[in-house]
Structures are given as C-alpha cells and as structure tokens.
C-alpha cells in the first residue's frame, strides 16, 4: 500500500467523523471535512481532480457552517432567547454526557436551556416554548449543516470515482 493510498483512506476516515460531527457536538464537523479535503488535494495524488474536489467540497462546507449559525441566530434572535442560557445549555449538556451515556449531552442542553429559561422568564410555560424554539432552531441548523457536509463528502467520492478511473 502506497502512501497516497494510506492518505485516502485516512481523509475518507476523516470526512466520515466530519459528517457524524455535525450531529454529534462532541466530534470536529465540517471544519475537519474542509480540512480532510485539502490534505487529500495536497497528497493523495488525485492532481487536478483533487483540487476541483476541494474548491466544491469547501464551498458546500462553508455554506453548511454559514447557513446553520444563520439560521440558528436568526431563531433565536426572534424569539429573543439570549446567548447566555444557549451557553448554560451547552455546559449542562458536556455535564450531561459524563452522567448519561449517550444521550447525556441532548438531554443536558434541553435540560439547562429550559432552567435558564425558566430563572430568566420565571414562567414555565414561556420558558418551555422558548427553549423548544432554541431547540427546533439548534435542530434546523444541525440539519442543514449535515446536509452540506454529506454533499461535500459526495463531491468527495466522486472525486475518489474520477481520480481512481482516470489514473
């Protein structure tokens, strides 16, 4: 096995954790694609057709980044929920991941949502829709960031389809 060979396998492992990512808060998302793309434009030998994949990967990557911070911040602003019990959320939820396997990191984010709702709204019922709001506005973002991140790893293996056929 060359070392070309070694670098494409190593970048597809990559794209792979990039795409999960994107869900998955804990692992590096379209940052590590982006990334994965230009090593395997510099070394994995694929020339021409990995520098084309890279500029049309990179661009899916940084629309999927733009588009869920915008999407998620222009929720959140309308629902006028402040940065500041998103931040409580995310701290709840890296507590959470270390007291419930799997699932601790979601339900520690709704979980610290909602009380940082609830001490700032001091209501239930308007801290429960906001953080729902937050929430489904935090989902939409994910989605779309996958979504992207998927097309750039499909730019990927067709890249990978190209090279491979052509050489």
């Given at each position: 096995?060359?070392?070309?060979?070694?670098?494409?396998?190593?970048?597809?492992?990559?794209?792979?954790?990039?795409?999960?990512?994107?869900?998955?808060?804990?692992?590096?998302?379209?940052?590590?694609?982006?990334?994965?793309?230009?090593?395997?434009?510099?070394?994995?030998?694929?020339?021409?057709?990995?520098?084309?994949?890279?500029?049309?990967?990179?661009?899916?990557?940084?629309?999927?980044?733009?588009?869920?911070?915008?999407?998620?911040?222009?929720?959140?602003?309308?629902?006028?929920?402040?940065?500041?019990?998103?931040?409580?959320?995310?701290?709840?939820?890296?507590?959470?991941?270390?007291?419930?396997?799997?699932?601790?990191?979601?339900?520690?984010?709704?979980?610290?949502?909602?009380?940082?709702?609830?001490l700032r709204t001091r209501n239930f019922?308007?801290a429960t829709s906001t953080s729902w709001?937050?929430?489904?506005?935090?989902?939409?973002?994910?989605?779309?960031?996958?979504?992207?991140?998927?097309?750039?790893?499909?730019?990927?293996?067709?890249?990978?389809?190209?090279?491979?056929?052509?050489?």
């Amino acid at each position: 096995m060359n070392s070309e060979t070694v670098v494409t396998i190593l970048c597809g492992l990559a794209i792979l954790v990039g795409v999960a990512g994107t869900i998955i808060p804990v692992l590096p998302g379209s940052i590590l694609i982006g990334l994965s793309l230009l090593a395997w434009a510099i070394w994995g030998g694929a020339g021409t057709a990995g520098w084309v994949v890279f500029g049309i990967g990179l661009v899916f990557v940084l629309a999927g980044m733009a588009a869920s911070a915008v999407l998620t911040g222009r929720k959140l602003k309308e629902h006028r929920i402040p940065s500041r019990s998103v931040v409580i959320g995310l701290v709840a939820g890296v507590a959470g991941m270390f007291i419930i396997p799997v699932v601790g990191l979601f339900v520690g984010f709704a979980a610290g949502l909602l009380l940082s709702e609830l001490l700032r709204t001091r209501n239930f019922g308007t801290a429960t829709s906001t953080s729902w709001a937050a929430l489904k506005a935090t989902g939409l973002g994910m989605l779309v960031e996958f979504g992207l991140a998927c097309l750039a790893a499909s730019t990927w293996v067709i890249g990978l389809w190209v090279s491979v056929a052509t050489s």
